[in-house]
Structures are given as C-alpha cells and as structure tokens.
C-alpha cells in the first residue's frame, strides 16, 4: 500500500489546513534574531528599524500576506542578504518545510554558507533544538544540507542542474538572480527550473532579489516590470507636512537630485525636488523611518520593490562614498557600467547598434612629427589575427586608464601552415613576424618602446600558433582562445592543457568587444579613449574603420531565454575588431602599476640639452650716462 502520509500530494493537502502563526517576521527577527560577529558589520541583535525599508519586503514574506511573488530589484549594501536568511530562519521555527536557497554558483553557496548561515543559525537559541547535529553518515547539518523535524534547508548554486529540478520545496530564495547562468547545461532558464518546484504547495512563497546587469537579459528588471513596481519615497524634512505640498512632500531617491562642486565630494548634497532646499546626509534615518512604499502598478499579483544603494543607512554607504565612485568612474564604461548596477540598482541599456565607420574616420588626428608617438604612451602591445593566406597584426600603445594609440595596422601575406622556411630570401610570415616584434616606437621625449607582449588568436591553425608560440612565452608571446560566453571575463588565468603545453589564454570576447564599442563612443580623450592616427599610411584607412565597426550586439531568443549576441553581416572584414580584442586582453595579461611605470619613464628620460647662453654683445658705443658710465667696446 503506498504511504500516503509521507507522499508529496499529502504533504501539498496538509500544507493547506496547516495552522498560520500569528507572528510576522519583522517581529519575529526583532525577537530572536541575533547577527554574528562574522559576516555582519554590525553583530548583535537585529534591529528592522534600522532598515525600515525592509518592513513591507517583510511582511509580504510572511504567511499572512497574499503574495507568493517577491521581486526586489536594489543597490548593494542594503541589508537584504541578512532579510533573507531570517526569512530561512523564521520558516525553520514557524513553518517548518522544504526551503530551496540558491547563489548565482556553488562556490558562492558554500562561501555564504561558511560565512553568513552556519553561524546565523549557531547564535540564534530559539532554533538550537530544531537542528539536528553533524554525526558520522547521518548527519543532518551538512555544509550545503541542513535538516530538522519537518524540514530541510537546501542551498546550492544556479549552476547545479540537480539541485533545480530534483524534490518539491515549499520556499525559494533566488538572490543575485541575474548572475545565474541563462542556460543550465542546456537544461534550460534556472528560475523556470526551480519554479516549477513549488507547484505541490499552494502557500508557497518565492524571493527574487538581485542587483540587475544588462537590461536586455535582466531577469529582475523584467520582474519587477511585472510587478506592482513599488519605490521607496521619503519625507524632505523643510517641506513634507507643509498644506498644499506636492505629494506632501514625499520624493524617491534620484541621482540627479545631487550635486557637489565638482573634485569636493565632501560637500554632496540631497536637493529636495519640491522645494529646492539642501538636505543634509545627517536627516538620513529620520527620513528613512518616516518612509513610505508606493505602488506605481497597483493590483498587480507580485510584489515588486526598487531601492538604490542612496537609502543605505548612516554607518554603511554614505552619499560622499556614491559621490567619490561616481567621479572615479568618469567617463569609463566598464565603471559607469558597475556604478549603474551596485550603487543606483539599474541595469545597463545596451543600445545594439553599430558605431559608423564614417564618424572614427573623421575623428582621427595628428600625431607628433617624425613618426614619433605621445608622451602619454607608456606600454605597446601587439595583436596577431591568423587568416588562411595572411596575418594581420596592430601594434597598439597604451596610457594610463588603458588610454590607447593606435600606432600601426598592418598585414604579413603568405601560407601561415607553414611554420619555417629553409628559403632565406622568402622567410615563413611566422619568421617575418618575428622581424616584426623587434620593431620598435620612439616617444616625444626620445625613449624607444617595444611590444611588451604579443598574443596571437590560435582559433585557426591551432598546433601551428602553439607550435609558434611555445618556445617565445620567455619573450611574452602567448596563444589565445576565444570565449564566447557571456560571463566570462576578458583575461583570465592561462592552462597548459594543450598538445605541447603551450601555455592558452581564454579571452572572454563579448566582455572585449562591448568594452570597445563603448570606448569608440567616448567623445574626450582620457582613460579609455581610443586615438587613431590621421596617417592611413599606417593602415587606418576607411576599410580598418568598416572591419572595426562591422557588428552589432543582438538580442536573440534561444530555446526560450533571452541572449545578446554578437552578429557579424555576411562576407565582412572584421579582423580589425579581433585585434582591438586581443590588444585589450595582451595590456591585461599582467597588472599595470601605470604610475610607476610613468615615474620610471621620468627617471630615464633622456636628458635634455641645456641651451647655450650667448655672451650678451654690446653696441660699439654703450651710453650709460645716467648711471655715470660710459662703456665703449
């Protein structure tokens, strides 16, 4: 006879009848909840006053609400990591059943595990008799498996696909969803993975909170447009309760309500939209406590809160800490990227379209006479792309904030299978690039630079570019692979696993070519900012700009998920833009200490000639009469 009591359709039944506590779980953590000294800036007893925004997120996690959906898209440093892992905590003690917690990857499960829930759940008492003890095979407080009576924790990463589709849960926490991996070993969309999980218990509650990434492939930004889009509005303390007030004086939180004189950070300043007036960051958590949530999107079934990281309370992230990120992000994409994603909790918007050729062609400019190069160039790499009947390379220098210089484009024709040649008066292009490499740049200032390291794309002729590249890494010539996952960093730590040990770079090339796209919109010159030479004599002619800009970020639906693509039209050159990828990851290969690197320079400069001082030459006759002189030569 099956056992009923035990079966999943049982447990689903009896899930319904199952007496509500009465207790919400912002009283419940102000209760029992004790942070640790570990993982917590502020150990202690939990106080939700002091993140009074989390009050409402709180209390739609509790069973009395209707929601079963909770989006919060948010800033970092706002405290929701500790709010859901009381709301593990709380379901432990009041409603005690299968409860799935999962990170972005495994290795971040165990990190959170190690840090924030082990000894979460070892300083709270009320729990210390519902968690059964670590002994031998049946223990039931593993790292990544805590169980109890009537209760499992389970925890793991998004890229575990046995863990998304194994046994029913009745709670999921989903945090940094947009970091989880768009397809799990071709398994499909996690979050529909572990969704489908919940389908046995009708009570079930489901958090989705993240920082958001990319707005084409937000999965939080889509859900909280899905949502009741609630935001957190606070009082201004010269106008709010004043008759007549606009909205009684209530504003959200915007960067542009900002301002500072620039290069002082210290003096930032909150401007009321309403009245105008300066508020200081002093009224922060008398303001933070009077706040209220408003729903732009009322009557929608899922909850939805947005709040940036401007709300994080006195002690944590301060306005002055945003401000100072802001200016040192200035003007580089990869900053402004993080800065719109931690601090304003906003994803990035790629534009997908194309840069014109025409507007890099006429953006070109002089450099200094003489085939010499800027001062401002301290390093110069070299990019090798092979092609079936040719090699193109670019030497490229490179200035502080990865600033760069396009110093020459070129090719080597001839059959690259052919590694050597014995024909002395017709050399391999492998041996012509050896020539090349010793080629070298001389600055304004009379100092000579060489390729401080040159990679070469090994996704055409394999053996042939490692056969070249193996004896030379001494003299930083590596082999490259190319990635094409979104998530994979530009450069990363290089393997040897390959035929000869050649030591392989993987270069994550979407990451590359969306770095450059937004540096050749950059319209000033400074940290990013890409030069190229007025001199197409060096090979940046009309065809480089059409290679450099020929593709456009696409965004595609695969098997049901949204992924951004790279798209390349059909019989184009794009050559230029490979190079501009391999010259991004070769400056990267090793960390630059661009300061150090620019006071050597000045060190070595060579010096400069001090200017002859001619004997100053007196006229035959000098009349200095009025000094009682008079002076003939």
């Not at 447990?11 to 007496?19: I, N």
């Not at 079936?388 to 490229?396: I, K």
């Not at 490179?398 to 040649?421: F, M, N, Q, R």
Request: aromatic fraction near 10%; charged fraction near 25%.
């Amino acid at each position: 006879m099956p056992d009923l009591k035990n079966s999943s359709f049982a447990r689903g039944v009896f899930d319904v009848f199952k007496p509500q506590p009465l207790i919400e779980l912002d009283e419940w953590c102000d209760r029992y909840r004790i942070l640790p000294r570990s993982g917590s800036s502020e150990s202690g007893r939990w106080r939700t006053s002091r993140t009074p925004y989390l009050r409402d997120i709180m209390k739609c996690l509790s069973p009395q609400s209707r929601f079963k959906e909770i989006a919060v898209l948010k800033g970092h440093q706002l405290g929701f990591t500790e709010m859901g892992l009381g709301w593990i905590m709380f379901t432990i003690d009041l409603m005690p059943g299968p409860f799935l917690a999962l990170q972005p990857t495994e290795a971040n499960a165990i990190r959170w595990v190690k840090q924030r829930v082990n000894p979460s759940l070892e300083a709270c008492e009320r729990l210390q008799n519902k968690i059964k003890k670590t002994i031998g095979r049946s223990a039931g407080n593993a790292l990544l498996q805590k169980d109890g009576n009537g209760w499992s924790l389970m925890l793991s990463g998004s890229n575990s696909p046995s863990a998304l589709s194994s046994v029913p849960v009745a709670n999921l926490y989903l945090d940094e969803i947009d970091r989880y991996q768009m397809d799990v070993k071709g398994e499909g969309d996690p979050l529909d993975l572990v969704k489908a999980r919940t389908s046995n218990f009708p009570r079930a509650k489901i958090l989705y909170t993240s920082t958001p990434v990319l707005k084409e492939t937000s999965h939080i930004w889509k859900l909280y447009q899905e949502s009741d889009q609630r935001v957190y509005e606070l009082p201004c303390p010269h106008c709010s309760g004043i008759e007549g007030q606009t909205n009684d004086g209530y504003f959200e939180l915007k960067w542009e309500y900002f301002q500072w004189p620039q290069g002082k950070t210290n003096e930032v300043m909150l401007y009321c939209p309403h009245c105008g007036a300066g508020i200081d960051e002093r009224h922060k958590t008398k303001m933070l406590a009077a706040g209220r949530w408003i729903a732009r999107n009322p009557g929608h079934w899922r909850a939805g809160f947005y709040i940036s990281s401007l709300y994080s309370p006195l002690g944590w992230l301060s306005w002055v800490d945003v401000a100072k990120t802001f200016e040192a992000a200035g003007n580089e994409p990869e900053k402004r990227k993080t800065f719109e994603n931690l601090y304003l909790g906003l994803p990035y918007e790629e534009s997908g379209e194309s840069i014109a050729a025409e507007y890099l062609s006429r953006r070109v400019e002089e450099y200094p006479p003489g085939g010499r190069i800027s001062n401002a160039v301290l390093m110069v790499t070299l990019a090798v792309d092979v092609q079936a009947n040719r090699l193109e390379y670019e030497f490229r220098g490179w200035g502080k904030g990865e600033e760069s210089w396009g110093l020459k484009y070129g090719v080597i024709p001839g059959d690259p299978a052919e590694l050597a040649s014995n024909d002395v008066s017709n050399p391999s292009v492998w041996q012509r690039l050896d020539e090349l490499r010793q080629q070298s740049f001389t600055r304004e200032d009379g100092i000579e630079l060489r390729a401080c390291c040159a990679m070469i794309d090994s996704g055409y002729l394999t053996d042939t570019v490692y056969g070249y590249a193996r004896p030379r890494e001494r003299l930083r010539v590596y082999a490259t692979k190319g990635s094409n996952q979104a998530t994979t960093p530009i450069m990363n730590k290089p393997n040897r696993n390959t035929k000869n040990r050649c030591l392989l770079y993987k270069v994550g090339v979407d990451k590359a070519k969306e770095l450059t796209y937004a540096r050749l919109r950059l319209e000033e010159p400074g940290p990013g900012y890409m030069h190229f030479p007025a001199d197409e004599t060096l090979g940046y002619d009309p065809a480089y700009y059409a290679g450099l800009t020929c593709e456009r970020r696409m965004v595609k639906h695969v098997r049901g998920f949204v992924r951004l693509e790279w798209h390349k039209p059909k019989d184009a050159a794009n050559e230029p833009l490979d190079l501009a990828v391999l010259g991004l990851a070769a400056i990267r290969q090793d960390e630059r200490k661009w300061d150090i690197i620019a006071a050597r320079y000045e060190k070595y400069r060579p010096s400069t000639p001090k200017p002859v001082v001619k004997p100053r030459v007196f006229p035959a006759a000098y009349d200095r009469s009025r000094d009682g002189i008079s002076i003939t030569i």
